[in-house]
Nanobody
Framework: QVQLVESGGGLVQAGESLRLSCVTS????????MAWYRQAPGKQRELVAE???????DYAVSVKGRFTISRDNAKNTMYLQMNTLKPDDTAVYYC??????????WGQGTQVTVSS
């Protein structure tokens, strides 16, 4: 079974930065796309950023210009660099990967809390 493990969450003040990591048990080449989602209390899970096998990226309007998604194929790792964090960014962040066989996989989530 494919496993994804997130890390890097924590408690920071508004304006500070965090870098999330997602380590996969398989080569990133097995995934057609990878993405970061987040879910805040009382809200639906939303797509934050995604990156395709071809390297194309896309971001939610709320984070565009502040967050950067990237990957390191040699380390089987995807990253989310989060700068200029805001209290509204507070959520559990989840790593997601779409395999080439069209099966979607999820990590366990990592908590990000931004104080005002």
């Amino acid at each position: 079974q494919v496993q994804l493990v997130e890390s890097g969450g924590g408690l920071v003040q508004a304006g500070e930065s965090l870098r999330l990591s997602c380590v996969t048990s398989e080569s990133i080449s097995w995934f057609a796309a990878m993405a970061w989602y987040r879910q805040a209390p009382g809200k639906q899970r939303e797509l934050v950023a995604e990156i395709t096998s071809g390297g194309s990226t896309d971001y939610a309007v709320s984070v565009k210009g502040r967050f950067t998604i990237s990957r390191d194929n040699a380390k089987n790792t995807m990253y989310l660099q989060m700068n200029t964090l805001k209290p509204d960014d507070t959520a559990v962040y989840y790593c997601s990967a779409l395999a080439v066989n069209d099966v979607d996989y999820w990590g366990q989530g990592t908590q990000v809390t931004v104080s005002s």
